[in-house]
T-cell receptor, first 115, second 109 residues
Framework: DVKVTQSSRYLVKRTGEKVFLECVQD?????MFWYRQDPGLGLRLIYF???????EKGDIPEGYSVSREKKERFSLILESASTNQTSMYLC??????????????FGPGTRLTVL | LAKTTQPISMDSYEGQEVNITCSHN???????ITWYQQFPSQGPRFIIQ???TKVTNEVASLFIPADRKSSTLSLPRVSLSDTAVYYC??????????FGAGTRLFVKA
């Protein structure tokens, strides 16, 4: 059974703190994604990675960075957390395959609150 | 990337068939149509995918007309546990996909 896990379900941080969100997948997928989800806005893509040490900006990368040192792990970093980064963060992965759209497998999400 | 438009919310009763329509006027030739389901406090889960005509699996059916400018997700005989947000996505390759606000389905007893 495929699995994407995230390091925390709930996290509370203070403004200005550096925050690390970890995502691990056990499916040997090449591609991994970080989204944030806010009420009424759906999921918005922050960053994605198509290979180890490779990354691409999504639609809202400002205030975030990512790290992909190993194939199975994709980290999202908030260098200096701000209150407007309070959100649900979702990690996903898909296998690299040409042709049809590929099913994304999502983790359970991390609800981050920045005070 | 093709933009999608779907209703913000829908209500239904247990046992009814629910049809959620998504419009995607700018769909490209190599785009597929995919639907996800999301329960509260969980990540989205793949339901069904299609390219044209009709696709059916154990969960839902997907109807796509010949012009592919819209699609309809059909959930037969919904139950309370089908209360969720349903997302329609259009794209190919999966690298940059757009999840809109989705359709919030509320199933009542």
């Amino acid at each position: 059974d495929v699995k994407v896990t995230q390091s925390s379900r709930y996290l509370v941080k203070r403004t200005g703190e550096k925050v690390f969100l970890e995502c691990v997948q056990d499916m040997d997928h090449e591609n991994m994604f970080w989204y944030r989800q806010d009420p009424g806005l759906g999921l918005r893509l922050i960053y994605f990675s198509y290979d180890v040490k490779m990354k691409e900006k999504g639609d809202i990368p400002e205030g975030y960075s990512v790290s992909r040192e190993k194939k199975e792990r994709f980290s999202l970093i908030l260098e200096s957390a701000s209150t407007n980064q309070t959100s649900m963060y979702l990690c996903a992965s898909i296998r690299k395959r040409g042709g049809s759209y590929n099913e994304q497998f999502f983790g359970p999400g991390t609800r981050l609150t920045v005070l | 990337l093709a933009k999608t438009t779907q209703p913000i919310s829908m209500d239904s009763y247990e046992g009814q068939e629910v049809n959620i329509t998504c419009s995607h006027n700018n769909i490209a030739t190599n785009d597929y149509i995919t639907w996800y389901q999301q329960f509260p406090s969980q990540g989205p889960r793949f339901i069904i995918q299609g390219y044209k005509t009709k696709v059916t699996n154990e969960v839902a059916s997907l109807f796509i007309p010949a012009d592919r400018k819209s699609s309809t997700l059909s959930l037969p005989r919904v139950s309370l546990s089908d209360t969720a947000v349903y997302y329609c996505l259009v794209g190919a390759g999966g690298f940059k996909t757009i999840f809109g606000a989705g359709t919030r389905l509320f199933v009542k007893a």
